[in-house]
């Protein structure tokens, strides 16, 4: 049974209130400022709270300068020893009562991982919001859907973690072992594969039990991180002995992604499905929070925020500066990405950085992160360029990359130049990576004014060197960090060669982690 076409109605409300909250300025201050005002009243108890005096704050004139005034901006080593509190029990400490749940993510220099808390009012309003909202854009895009007339596989983590001695009510794990666990049991009804499989920890044990969950299913969207679910989607097509997904899954439709960007793994996914019945749709979720999604067809244009999901946003100059709100930002600026959410995050940095590509409505593309970029001769190469030109340099050489990263050579007594060199695991190997790597230079050097300043005469910076990485070796890696896992992945930049040379290291030896 297609119950989609019973769905249109109420996706159609949702998506006309959205748009007429953010139809032009003085919307999205109306909308963010009632966001802002209704989080500082309900942590106003809190220790967050009177620390910071909400209460008096509300009363000012101007709330929001108010607001940033008196709160500092912060980083996660700023709140882990609070958060740590929470975990161990402690109530109204950043959100009022105390938190259950915690998504654990990549770490800091402070701890191998960081435990973000996800507040019941998160999952509700944000989380599990922010999804409704996208499935409302795509609908509104594709009305002719069958989205809930088959099954939706969602590609999740578990609960594994490293923390001893917690209360017994308390979880902590990968953020869609949470969103799994506690989503509407009627959503079980549309959702592939059960809640055992779902959250197994060991990969090697689930990845069959996935293809075997999934195989003979009527599969019509797939939600995830395009390398891992690109494993899945192999592994299906290998275990029914067809040529692409569809013949598989004729009804599969869409993949909302995430987490990194799509452009290199397209030229793949292409390969893998019927070009003609696939849709892709770019969401920015992250265990912090459900910022923004895709809208139009056109993915160049952006993704729209999320005003009223329980987030009040404000964007960091990267060249230093006051942070603006949702309402004072300029198109085409990069910024640095702070949140004040109904999780207990106040002026927090995730750690992204984000492109303005309209006003109003507010969208924004992920520029990268704040500390993935190589900046070692000043050539400022971001992961949107990185990404660009390594999808171009693919599709030039007819090549895949299933996973890469890169860090400067810094220039030897002997006179040779700086350089980047480029670890990259291939599906299909160029015939040359000289040819490989001349190509990805200059696509670098298209996207980027600073690196071809740089690279100009070959006298600051020279041609990058590219590397080839045994098959396997990045899940070896994240395996031995910890962080093998359906939401898991590399740094695609970095300014220093740690990561890089202990992956070198690592590809001289024997795999023990199965590809």
Known sequence: MNLTPLALPYFALRRRAIRRRGSDREAIRATQLKELKSLMRKASATEVGRRHGFKALLGEPDVYAAFRAALPTTEYEDVRDDIMRMVRGESDVLWPGRTLRFAQSSG????????????????????????????????????????????????????????????PDVRVGDLSATLIDEINPIANLFRIPDK???LMADWETKLPALV???????VTNISGVPSWFMT??????????????????????????????????RAQYERLTDP?????????????GFFAAQDTPDPRAGMLLLLDRGIFFEFRPLGGGEPLAAWEVSRGRT?????????????????????IESEAPL??????????????????????????????????????????????????ADGTRGRHQWLIEWKREPQSAEEFARILDAELRRVNSDYDAKRRGDIFLGLPLVTTARAGLFDQWLASTGKLGGQRKVPRLNNSRDLIDRLLQMNQQQSTIKS
């Open 108 to 167: 800091t220099s402070g701890g191998k991982s960081k435990y973000i808390p996800v507040t019941a009012e998160g999952l509700r309003r944000n989380h599990y919001g922010g999804a409704s909202d996208a499935v409302a854009f795509y609908l509104g895009m594709n009305p002719r859907s069958r989205l809930f007339g088959g099954k939706a596989m969602i590609l999740g983590g578990s609960f594994a973690n490293e923390i001893d001695g917690l209360p």
């Open 232 to 265: 899945v989607i192999e592994r299906v097509i290998e275990r029914a002995g067809a040529r692409t997904i569809h013949d598989v899954w004729p009804g599969l439709e869409v993949f909302f992604h995430g987490g990194i960007s799509f452009e290199p793994y």
């Open 363 to 412: 969208r924004i593309s992920v520029a990268g992160r704040t500390k993935s970029f190589i900046n070692a001769f000043g050539e400022e190469l971001m992961v949107h360029n990185a990404e660009t030109a390594m999808a171009a340099a693919c599709a030039a050489l007819g090549c895949e990359a299933s996973d890469y990263t890169a860090a400067p050579v810094y220039a030897l």
């Open 276 to 288: 003609s019945m696939m849709h892709y749709v770019e969401n920015y979720n992250a265990s912090e």
């Open 212 to 218: 075997e969950a999934s195989v003979r299913a009527d």
């Open 335 to 355: 910024y640095e990405l702070l949140i004040t959410t109904c999780n207990g995050l106040w002026r927090y940095s995730p750690g992204d950085t984000v492109r």
């Open 196 to 198: 055992s499989t779902a």
